[in-house]
């Protein structure tokens, strides 16, 4: 039905960037609310950040003025930029869309595979 597929994870040094996308594939009638959520090991998955459908955005608090959250609608895909990275950021990052299937039907969730960032020296 609905598969979504991420990519831009990989091994950076503290203070460096990387960007983060997701794209959704299938059939379906629209995508609602996107998300990035990530964790670290031993750790529960906690949101970093999300975006509606018209564009309002939230973060957690351990990431504002860092990270910024974009979306593509005509794409189907999420971004995720992220700025002035530290090793506490190193998590698997995972995206997580609001999905229709049909239109009168009711919203699904449905998540990426993860994405593996590492900020280390």
């Known amino acids: 039905q609905v598969q979504l597929v991420e990519s831009g994870g990989g091994l950076v040094q503290p203070g460096g960037s990387l960007r983060l996308s997701c794209a959704a594939s299938?059939?379906?009638?629209?995508?609602?609310?996107m998300g990035w959520y990530r964790q670290a090991p031993g750790k529960q998955r906690e949101l970093v950040a999300r975006?509606?459908?018209?564009?309002?955005?939230n973060y957690s608090d351990s990431v504002k003025g860092r990270f910024t959250i974009s979306r593509d609608n005509a794409k189907n895909t999420v971004y995720l930029q992220m700025n002035s990275l530290k090793p506490e950021d190193t998590a698997v990052y995972y995206c997580?869309?609001?999905?229709?299937?049909?239109?009168?039907?009711?919203?699904?969730?449905?998540w990426g595979q993860g994405t593996q960032v590492t900020v280390s020296s």
């Open positions: 975006i509606t459908r018209g564009g309002s955005t």
């Open positions: 997580k869309f609001g999905v229709q299937l049909i239109i009168t039907g009711p919203l699904y969730d449905y």
């Open positions: 299938g059939t379906f009638f629209s995508i609602y609310t």
